[in-house]
């Protein structure tokens, strides 16, 4: 959502499986759900097929990887995290945490030494070293282990999940019905677009299908030239492949250089200087502020689907104000009923209560914490 409007107005790199795209009817109905509520003891079956117990609410989580902290910044819950690696720094106050990076990867005895209640461990940190994981969990560590993210959808239940095992849940359902009702704005506001041949470039490399880059590119409007060309993950590209793609944009990372030479240099996006850069942490890691870098690929790609898209967000966050204050009016005539009639006060409590949900359910947005959550990600 554009910045600058929003909070005018109002005051969000690989781990997780992806899920069917929702309606509109869907986002609405969704939103006008129950809020979550959290249960312990849980049980989860993590990407290795473990079963891992969670007795209690963690209160000192250990993130292995930058998406993993992303996401629990992102619901509110950073004084939970005791420790981060060295490439979450960049996640205010992530230096007063402990640093569980070492010279050679994860460091299994700093890990150990913040006596963490639950560990969170992306796909990529387990592949690079699986046995340390190992050794946290013959310490008796409670670690979960996410699948690989090929999706925003994918991102969106995980932020979802990664809530339910802190005891978050309320802020996981908001913050993941945000970014689903954010992806399903842009596809209305994309309706009946052209879509031009995108190319995601770091170093050599691209995101091909099967990859949230990619999910977040054509989310924005782009097709995904590495994708159609039939590259599957994160993948090398030469150059005559990138000389008979033909990108009209090309989108990089900000700690990447753009790409010169004379094949780059030959394609549209070069000529045209259709070069989008993007900050690293919103582009590449599977964490809830990678739909910022599709809001930022559609206004360069679609100015005026992108002018459409801040429309929707706005109406949207307009309607939950509206349904928060209708929810605070009820609640208030509830409470005036109830002090004149206890039988009322049952009714209104056996009305209202709401079940836990199970651990891979889509929920919708809560209305206020929606606005909440929106000024606070823009």
């Known amino acids: 959502m554009n910045r600058q409007l929003v909070v005018a107005l109002l005051a969000l790199a690989t781990v997780f499986a992806g899920v069917p795209a929702p309606a509109a009817a869907a986002v609405d109905q969704t939103a006008q759900q129950q809020p979550a509520q959290c249960t312990f003891p849980m049980t989860v079956t993590d990407a290795t097929g473990t079963e891992v117990t969670i007795t209690d609410d963690p209160e000192r989580v250990v993130t292995t990887n930058p998406s993993a902290a992303q996401t629990m910044w992102e619901l509110g819950a950073r004084d939970e995290v005791v420790g981060v690696s060295q490439y979450a720094m960049y996640l205010d106050g992530a230096s007063e945490k402990g640093n569980v990076s070492g010279s050679g990867g994860l460091n299994v005895e700093a890990v150990i030494g913040l006596e963490p209640d639950l560990v969170l461990v992306p796909n990529s940190s387990y592949n690079a070293e699986p046995d340390r994981v190992g050794q946290l969990r013959s310490a008796d560590i409670s670690v979960v282990v996410f699948e690989s993210g090929k999706s925003l959808d994918a991102v969106a239940d995980k932020t979802e999940r990664v809530g339910r095992m802190t005891g978050n849940c309320e802020a996981g359902v908001e913050r993941a019905g945000e970014m689903r009702e954010s992806m399903e704005h842009m596809r209305q506001a994309l309706d009946g677009a052209e879509r031009p041949v995108g190319l995601n470039s770091f170093f050599g490399y691209t995101s091909g299908s099967e990859t949230f880059i990619s999910d977040i590119m054509t989310t924005a409007g782009l097709r995904n030239g590495a994708a159609e060309a039939n590259l599957t993950g994160f993948a090398q590209i030469n150059e005559e492949l990138v000389v008979d793609m033909n990108p009209e944009y090309i989108v990089v990372p900000d700690h990447a250089p753009v790409p010169s030479s004379p094949a780059y240099n030959s394609t549209t996006a070069i000529q045209e200087g259709n070069v989008i850069v993007i900050e690293a942490h919103?582009?590449?890691?599977?964490?809830?502020?990678?739909?910022?870098?599709?809001?930022?690929?559609?206004?360069?790609?679609?100015?005026?689907?992108?002018?459409?898209?801040?429309?929707?967000?706005?109406?949207?966050?307009?309607?939950?104000?509206?349904?928060?204050?209708?929810?605070?009016?009820?609640?208030?005539?509830?409470?005036?009923?109830?002090?004149?009639?206890?039988?009322?006060?049952?009714?209104?409590?056996?009305?209202?209560?709401?079940?836990?949900?199970?651990?891979?359910?889509?929920?919708?947005?809560?209305a206020i914490g929606a606005v909440v959550l929106l000024a606070r990600r823009r």
């Open 282 to 366: 919103k582009l590449q890691q599977p964490a809830p502020r990678a739909i910022e870098a599709s809001e930022e690929i559609l206004e360069a790609v679609h100015p005026d689907a992108y002018e459409r898209y801040q429309q929707l967000e706005t109406e949207s966050a307009t309607d939950a104000t509206e349904n928060a204050t209708e929810t605070t009016a009820d609640a208030d005539a509830t409470e005036t009923d109830a002090t004149e009639s206890p039988a009322t006060t049952e009714s209104s409590e056996s009305t209202t209560e709401s079940d836990a949900p199970g651990f891979g359910v889509v929920v919708g947005l809560a």
